[in-house]
């Protein structure tokens, strides 16, 4: 599916009042996973309360040992200092990133934005070198707009 394709299914799930927030999340990632073939890890991190570190929460792909991670620390934690998207075309040529598997070459991080503040992101890994373009930007940004609105 292309990313026009995608974005109605988005707004599909996110607006479908008889599913929990962790489903709506959840299927959003199996959605991506499935239809996008360089998506190869998909999941969301959030603001864990008042600490400055990213909790994880509901995503699809190889389990990850990396369920915390502090505010600085590897791209996530950039992101959630810079409240900017993050496109990573090799990861071996990033110091700070946190390896999740060795067969990922390419990471996007885009952050989500509640009344101005950064609360959590998306986080795709792919095992594709450099497959990220604008245009998988300007999605995720869509799709982080969308799961806004049910936050």
């Not at 479908?16 to 959605?31: A, G, P």
């Not at 040992?65 to 502090?70: A, F, K, L, Q």
């Not at 505010?71 to 075309?89: D, L, R, T």
Request: proline share 5%; charged share 25%; aromatic share 10%.
């Amino acid at each position: 599916m292309t990313f026009s394709e995608l974005k109605p299914e988005i707004t599909n799930i996110t607006s479908n009042s008889l599913t929990s927030v962790d489903k709506k999340l959840l299927k959003i990632c199996e959605l991506l996973e499935a239809h996008i073939d360089y998506y190869n890890w998909v999941g969301f991190y959030f603001k864990n309360g008042d600490k400055h570190e990213l909790k994880l929460g509901p995503y699809v792909g190889e389990p990850t040992d990396h369920t915390i991670i502090p505010f600085g620390k590897g791209i996530c934690g950039q992101v959630a200092v810079s409240n900017q998207n993050f496109v990573v075309p090799d990861v071996k040529a990033q110091d700070n990133y946190i390896a999740c598997s060795i067969t990922v070459k390419a990471e996007i991080v885009v952050p989500i934005f509640v009344n101005g503040e950064n609360i959590g992101q998306i986080d795709i890994d792919s095992n594709t070198a450099d497959p990220f373009t604008e245009a998988d930007e300007r999605f995720l940004e869509f799709v982080c707009k969308e799961v806004a609105k049910i936050l």
